[in-house]
């Protein structure tokens, strides 16, 4: 289960980022899981929950928004979007794709509660 150690990643990012703002607490954050990551998000959500376990993040609420792959055809250039079985080029028949979406898991936003109580979102980094 690979959402463990990506939930672990998130967890110390979010952290990170709590302690750059002085953040009291971690209400929300939102990820976006490329399906070529292969993220099962039921999995990641509990990870999370367990990975923030004792932190700032302990209750924070985790949604995760698939985003689709897409790929250019290295051979005809099309542009299209490939599964996780299957990289053939839909125009060539080439299974050589150049990946530009839909591989990582990157943190969008965190919304932290700050010392004054004030709600603050803070945008997150890949």
């Keep these: 289960m690979h959402e463990f150690s990506i939930a672990i990643q998130l967890v110390e990012h979010v952290l990170a980022l709590a302690a750059e703002n002085r953040a009291t607490r971690v209400c929300r954050v939102v990820v976006e899981a490329g399906s070529l990551q292969a993220v099962v998000p039921d999995a990641l959500q509990l990870a999370f929950e367990a990975a923030a376990k004792g932190t700032l993040a302990e209750g924070a609420e985790l949604d995760v928004r698939e985003v689709a792959a897409d790929a250019v055809c290295r051979r005809c250039q099309r542009c299209y979007q490939p599964s996780v079985t299957d990289y053939q080029c ?13 591989r990582g898991v990157v943190i969008r936003t965190v919304d932290l509660v700050t010392a004054d109580d004030a709600g603050e979102t803070q945008e997150g980094a890949r």
């Design 90 to 102: 839909p125009g060539c028949g080439a299974a050589d794709p150049k990946i530009v979406a839909g």
